[in-house]
T-cell receptor, first 113, second 111 residues
Framework: AQSVTQLDSHVSVSEGTPVLLRCNYS??????LFWYVQHPNKGLQLLLK??????LVKGINGFEAEFKKSETSFHLTKPSAHMSDAAEYFC???????????FGAGTRLTVKP | DVKVTQSSRYLVKRTGEKVFLECVQD?????MFWYRQDPGLGLRLIYF???????EKGDIPEGYSVSREKKERFSLILESASTNQTSMYLC??????????FGPGTRLTVL
């Protein structure tokens, strides 16, 4: 079975500073990993996904994530936070051969002016 | 672009009522899913369907049923709503084992 742990329930940064949202995963097989973002009262939007190609994955809105198998991590980063990045972020793991997606509990990102 | 729509953004029902939540996708996806989202718990899978008239239980199917009579439409049914079913409900669709695309969600309150 696969699972994810998002290490911070809430992260607060100042506008223009780097963002780091941490995610560790557990999987018996080769996983696919995703980051989704949810703005208030909206559905989930795919930010990026890893499916065993390049370990550094670039997504929308300047976000990227690095797959580190030795550390079982898939942390999300952005060099410079923008006010519009304030949202909830979900790390998700699934097995590449099925569609069983396991969601983390979410990290709420606050961006201060 | 993939579009997943849900019939209501907000819904208020009374305990014991039968509730229908509808989801429609326009990309001819085989798979459709219903999740509920609660603070601190992330998303939990209620049911999913990989074909018309096919369904599989997810992690928390108790108190829910589903219907998929047409490929584009997947309905979630609460036979007798209870207050512990107050939640945000999210529908998603995907092609085979590809990325899931989500609707905007229905916030259901059961009084």
């Amino acid at each position: 079975a696969q699972s994810v742990t998002q290490l911070d329930s809430h992260v607060s940064v100042s506008e223009g500073t780097p963002v780091l949202l941490r995610c560790n995963y557990s999987s018996s097989y080769s996983p696919s990993l995703f980051w989704y973002v949810q703005h208030p009262n909206k559905g989930l939007q795919l930010l990026l996904k890893y499916t065993s190609a390049a370990t550094l994955v670039k997504g929308i809105n300047g976000f990227e994530a690095e797959f580190k198998k030795s550390e079982t991590s898939f942390h999300l980063t952005k060099p410079s936070a923008h006010m519009s990045d304030a949202a909830e972020y979900f790390c998700v793991v699934s097995l590449t051969y099925n569609n069983d997606m396991r969601f983390g509990a979410g990290t709420r990102l606050t961006v201060k002016p | 672009d993939v579009k997943v729509t849900q019939s209501s953004r907000y819904l208020v029902k009374r305990t014991g009522e039968k509730v229908f939540l509808e989801c429609v996708q326009d990309m001819d996806h085989e798979n459709m899913f219903w999740y509920r989202q609660d603070p601190g718990l992330g998303l939990r899978l209620i049911y999913f369907s990989y074909d018309v008239k096919m369904k599989e239980k997810g992690d928390i199917p108790e108190g829910y049923s589903v219907s998929r009579e047409k490929k584009e439409r997947f309905s979630l049914i609460l036979e007798s709503a209870s207050t512990n079913q107050t939640s945000m409900y999210l529908c998603a669709s995907s092609r085979h084992t590809d990325t899931q695309y989500f609707g905007p969600g229905t916030r259901l309150t059961v009084l």
